[in-house]
T-cell receptor, first 114, second 113 residues
């Protein structure tokens, strides 16, 4: 299995621009999670989906952030407009719900907003 | 709100020594996970602990879970440089329609020659 795939791996953008991060979960997994990691705040859960349905988006920092999961094999996290404080590493993880619930993490997208 | 606290947050130790990392959490849960993260890398699953008294071992690392004390430990035996990394514990907060993990702050381990 290829594992969780994220793209791009690195993104540098200017403040005010729209940023879209992409994630392909492990085939067969039906739960998907978006995390943000920074030195100051550690690892934060932004949103998670179960069977393509958003279950909890209470971690989404502002309305500038939105996430979608149009099908079982693809999810996006969009920031519009981006701000320098959004600079972080964004991880996508997937798991097989109702089993061990172990989450498998993707390689992450390092976002820098200048 | 579930809180997960690790200590120490920073640990510098010599090769060959033993040490324990602690993970306390604030609410009832019987599922706890340990992850490892190397600098600039993603998180790698180490252990899954699913019941009170569970103990798992892999090489020089051993994890245990005491759900009554709401405590998990990660014990390092005869540390080697390759174990240098950040270690996270995470607790499952099982909900009706799914589950979510709450992560501790991480323990940054440096093993010195």
């Amino acid at each position: 299995d290829a594992g969780v795939i994220q793209s791009p791996r690195h993104e540098v953008t200017e403040m005010g621009q729209e940023v879209t991060l992409r994630c392909k979960p492990i085939s067969g997994h039906n739960s998907l999670f978006w995390y943000r990691q920074t030195m100051m705040r550690g690892l934060e859960l932004l949103i998670y989906f179960n069977n393509n349905v958003p279950i909890d988006d209470s971690g989404m920092p502002e309305d500038r952030f939105s996430a979608k999961m149009p099908n079982a094999s693809f999810s996006t996290l969009k920031i519009q407009p981006s701000e320098p404080r959004d600079s972080a590493v964004y991880f996508c993880a997937s798991s097989l719900n109702r089993a061990l619930l172990e989450q498998y993490f993707g390689p992450g997208t390092r976002l820098t907003v200048t | 709100e579930l809180k997960v606290e690790q200590n120490p947050l920073f640990l510098s130790m010599q090769e060959g020594k033993n040490y324990t990392i602690y993970c306390n959490y604030s609410t009832t849960s019987d599922r706890l996970y340990w992850y490892r993260q190397d600098p600039g890398k993603s998180l790698e699953s180490l252990f899954v602990l699913l019941s009170n008294g569970a103990v798992k071992q892999e090489g020089r690392l051993m994890a245990s879970l005491d759900t009554k004390a709401r405590l998990s430990t990660l014990h390092i035996t005869a540390a080697v440089h390759d174990l240098s990394a950040t270690y996270f514990c995470a607790v499952d907060m099982k909900e009706t329609s799914g589950s979510r993990l709450t992560f501790g702050e991480g323990t940054q381990l440096t093993v010195n020659p």
